[in-house]
């Protein structure tokens, strides 16, 4: 038996053990909030912060490549718009640094939501079949999972494999991105999981994650996930292979 996850867009995410009138507000609520953002400079803006635990304007429009008055009034806007807020950054000498990071309210962006009928599915199969069903049944999504990114995965190398690997997993919706290491490892970091209701609902998503990595880049991963400020980090340490 295969099963598949695919992600929902917020506007469309509704679950099923909802009321019908409570769905539609939910639905509408996202509508909304996604209408807040509007203008691609916005979702620019949005985008590279999720990416990060907090930017100083300077920082941001150095990667946007967009002017310094041009970010900082982006970002006023979207404070006023609750979908940022700010901190400050405590520096050895000097004056501290105003970073900006997104609110709980910036996060409903993005989704985190699979395919619900996934989890309704594992769950029948645990009640039918015993608690190592869903198990199994991960298992097989995991293994096809893994075929189809190595089937697209190029280069001889770690590096080149993990940074291919890397931009697979961003098109994917993670926010995956490739850091390298000076003792010859590295590591993907993601800032996003388009399946982390998975994630809370079957912890063993984690350990099937970190070995589909492995396989597929040939190499030991360890895998450390962790919330900061209500950011989903999740990084995969590669071990060095060559």
């Known amino acids: 038996m295969s099963v598949e996850w695919r992600t929902i867009a917020p506007a469309r995410s509704i679950r099923s053990s909802t009321p019908l009138n409570s769905q539609f507000s939910t639905?509408?609520?996202?509508?909304?909030?996604?209408?807040?953002?509007?203008?691609?400079?916005?979702?620019?803006?949005?985008?590279?912060?999720?990416?990060?635990?907090?930017?100083?304007?300077?920082?941001?429009?150095?990667?946007?490549?967009?002017?310094?008055?041009?970010?900082?009034?982006?970002?006023?806007d979207?404070?006023?718009?609750?979908?940022?807020?700010?901190?400050?950054?405590?520096?050895?000498?000097?004056?501290?640094?105003?970073?900006?990071?997104?609110?709980?309210?910036?996060h409903e962006?993005?989704?985190?939501?699979?395919?619900?009928?996934?989890?309704?599915?594992?769950?029948?199969?645990?009640?039918?079949?015993?608690?190592?069903?869903?198990?199994?049944?991960?298992?097989?999504?995991?293994?096809?999972?893994?075929?189809?990114?190595?089937a697209k995965l190029k280069g001889e190398t770690l590096a080149a494999r993990a940074k291919w690997l890397a931009r697979l997993r961003d098109q994917d919706g993670f926010m995956s991105e490739f850091v390298a290491g000076k003792d010859g490892g590295a590591r993907i970091v993601e800032h996003h999981s388009t399946i982390l209701d998975l994630l809370r609902a079957y912890p063993i998503v984690a350990r099937l994650e970190g070995e589909m990595f492995g396989r597929i880049l040939k190499t030991g991963v360890e895998r450390e996930e962790r919330m900061v400020s209500g950011l989903y980090i999740c990084t995969f340490y590669l071990r060095a292979c060559e």
Not at 30 to 40: H, M
Not at 78 to 100: A, F, I
Not at 131 to 143: N, S, W
Request: aromatic share 6%.
């Open 27 to 76: 639905s509408l609520l996202k509508q909304r909030l996604i209408q807040t953002v509007g203008r691609s400079a916005r979702l620019k803006v949005l985008n590279e912060l999720k990416r990060t635990e907090g930017l100083a304007v300077p920082d941001i429009a150095a990667r946007l490549k967009m002017s310094y008055m041009g970010v900082k009034d982006l970002c006023l």
């Open 78 to 106: 979207l404070e006023k718009r609750g979908l940022l807020d700010t901190w400050r950054e405590p520096r050895e000498r000097g004056r501290p640094r105003m970073l900006y990071r997104l609110t709980h309210r910036a």
């Open 109 to 150: 962006l993005f989704p985190t939501t699979s395919n619900e009928a996934t989890i309704v599915l594992l769950d029948a199969a645990k009640k039918l079949f015993g608690p190592a069903a869903p198990e199994k049944l991960l298992l097989v999504v995991f293994q096809r999972r893994t075929e189809q990114y190595a």
